[in-house]
């Protein structure tokens, strides 16, 4: 599980670190407030642990930003202010839990298992419902995820698109043209560069599977394969 940490206390930065890194987890650090979204979005973390006071950009406006973004990531604030009015605001903008400085590590451990088991949950709720089977593969477009086993890869939108496309599409033969102009609206030549970038970020997502292929097509466009995993 991937943990977005951002401390600008480096001591206590690389102490929290450590200490989840030896639990199992992956964790991001960033120590300077104007870095955490842009990180928390190429990352795409499980949860973040904002402490609010940070430089350039407080932690507070960080969790309204990745708010915007995300609704479900589980926001863990981390700070030395501790009035009941401290933790409101934290709430209001987006927060899920406030552990105030100083605090036991293993207190951080069991609220940080809390969140991702909760997390777990109500996405195992979720994808139960609206799954795509795609080989060894399960898709769920209304939530952007692809699972495969315990693993699950949140997609953007237009990843999302492209992939629905090609399901409802499989082993179908698709025009580049008319991928394009499904998704986008028309077959322009600089949106045709973009859908490449796409099609090589899919591949890369379903590589675990060697029966589903996303094929290409030289001179005509594209097919999904799902082989049979006999074959």
């Keep these: 599980m991937k943990v977005l940490l951002a401390e600008d206390d ?13 639990n199992g987890y992956e964790v991001k650090l960033c ?6 979204f842009p990180i928390f979005q190429s990352y795409q973390p499980d949860i973040c642990i904002l402490d609010i006071m940070l430089p350039k950009k407080d932690g507070l406006e960080i969790a309204r930003l990745i708010r ?4 479900e990531v589980p926001i863990l604030f981390l700070t030395s202010k501790g009035l009941k009015e401290d933790k409101l605001e934290g709430f209001k903008a987006g927060g899920d839990d406030y552990i105030t400085k100083p605090f036991n590590i293993e207190e951080l451990l069991m609220r940080i298992k809390v969140f991702i088991r909760r997390s777990k949950t109500n996405l195992k709720n979720e994808i139960d419902n609206n799954l795509i089977p795609l080989g060894e593969y399960n898709f769920n ?15 953007t939108q237009k990843e999302a698109d492209i992939l629905h496309y090609f399901c409802i599409n499989k082993n179908k033969i698709i ?4 991928l394009l102009k499904a998704i986008w609206g028309n077959d322009d030549y600089f949106i045709g560069r973009s859908l490449d970038v796409f099609i090589t970020k899919l591949r890369k997502y379903l590589k675990n599977d060697t029966h589903v292929e996303i094929q290409n097509l030289h001179g005509i466009g594209f097919r999904l394969e799902i082989k049979n995993s006999s074959e």
């Design 175 to 178: 025009k580049r043209e008319e």
């Design 31 to 36: 120590m300077d407030g104007e870095n955490v």
């Design 141 to 155: 477009y209304n939530s952007l995820k692809l699972l495969f086993n315990e693993n699950v890869k949140s997609l």
């Design 10 to 22: 480096a001591n206590l930065g690389f102490v929290i670190k450590d200490n989840l890194e030896m």
């Design 68 to 71: 915007g973004e995300n609704v």
